[in-house]
């Protein structure tokens, strides 16, 4: 098998998806893909960064090896048992040696440590004897991590075809202390688990943060001022400040695409509507109306539709409205209820949580509600969001009783699910757009 | 076969002692400050009296909001105290249990907080001394992984201060 063969099939496994839409001849290769049959992960060879300091050059390899092997489509290969120990970005590499050990992508990667980071990257496929990616990078000293992400970002688009993922974040809710009164406060990390930041004190209860499109903002709920409400924090200052006060509370907030409203959920008098509030104004527009409860709202990535989760049916199911209200379409039928939609950021899936037959699962539907596929069946799993690239979705799974809920992550075919180590049980997690 | 029978009655009985003390764990968490004052009935009007004599929370079916029968007999009695003591301002938070996702358990504890405020506000208590606030699924009071457990978790609790 050569790379090229290698490279097409995992270029083909994340065009899976898409593939679906086109007709049942894809249908039979996204068949193949799901069950896993025929879907090989591409060995790759990631010597240790060359650097003044080794450490440091292996540290920044170990952090490329990681994200491709989380990945579920890369087995970097061990070390130790390279043709070279460490790369060389100023070297053609003597192809011959890689090929008899039946290496067929090579990463060569220097890193150097100063005022700044600087840091090369060449990605060779063997088999043709040709440079498949060449860049240098720069960056400041405390940002090391993200060199490394981004060369994984970097590796993946070009063996994949398709953007990566890595160089993002992830708030999410830390959650610690007795499960009948658990403090719980806004986290921030990278997304392989690393750099976290605590920026809630955990005085009062907060659930629910997404992240603003350019990442700078979040949006949350705090039960600060009593009754809950829709809240609004700058991640470069800390400031805090409420949305707004309507109804007896206001929950479930989301960003629109262009980040300049916020729909979410408004209760009154036992009766849950979805509103949207341009930032800055003070009267939201409503965009559902009714007894029933409204929520959960999320955004096409185009802006014009919404998503979202009412029970005016019976049981919770998922519907989808004009962004300006009215028009709703049921598109969720299967077995038990549907919550928690979230809109893939390409816009072709809509991932939810369903509860069924005593078990939650995570899944992806179409957003017309066709080619509904469950990810995750457990006990309890909850609360899916994408990774940027609409590939990967991460969630919560909570085992019940005293202990607490962990972050996982699944790709879109239900393969290769992973728990990203936190310190504090953790849940209500929400991934940021690629960091710019 | 016959010889086991003793040893299966005296697990039975062990099973059962076990799952009585586990029930009784579950429903006392110290941390919720409710149905911790003890035996005694309380001073009459006091908020002991109102909690360990007429009982300050009702319980929902899954994934509902109608009151049952008991619910209402529970209602009448909170009432029927509160018109009498109306000195006292009233909170009812409103609860879910686990078995459901967190944003519609927010949306479903303030729909069932509202239908006991409907109710106390129908059976005289003025309006205006009533509050509400939801916790969704956020502060159980029970912590097990059974229906038992959870059957406690969704409720309303009247809170008087």
Redesign the interface.
Known sequence: MNLLTRRNALKLGLAGSALLATGSQALAQLQIIVEGANFQPLPIAIPDFASADPAFGAEIADIVRNNLRRSGLFVPLDPASLPSRVGDVQSTPDFATYRAANIDALVMGQVERGAQIQSSVRVWDTQQALQVVGRSYGTDAQAYRRVAHIISDAIYEALAGETGYFDSRVVYVSETG?????T?RLAIMDQDGANVQYITSGRS?V??PRFSPTSQQLTY?NYES???QVYLLDLASGNQQRLGSFG??S??PRFSPDGRTVAF?V?Q????NIYALPIGASQPAQLTSGAA?D??PSYSPDGSRIVF?S?RGG??QLYVMSASGGGAQRISYGQGSY??PVWSPKGDNIAF?R?SGGQFQIGIMKPDGSGERVLVSS??A??PTWAPNGRVIMFFR?P???AGPQLHSVDIWGRNEQRIPTESFA??PAWSPLRT | MRSLTPIFGFLRGLALIVLVVAVAACSRTPATGVGNLGPGGGAPGSQQEFLVSVGDRVFFETDSSSLTATAQDTLNKQAAWLNQYTNYRILIEGHADERGTREYNIALGARRASVVVNYLVSRGVQANRITSQSFGKERPVAICNDISCWSQNRRAVTVVQ
């Open positions: 007795p499960k009948a009164n658990r719980k209860l659930l629910t709920l009593g009754n809950p007896q509370m929950f479930a959920s209760e008098g036992g009766s849950t409860i929520t959960g989760e029970d049981n919770p919550s928690t949580t509860m006990f309890h909850e609360g909570d019940g009783g005293d849940s209500d």
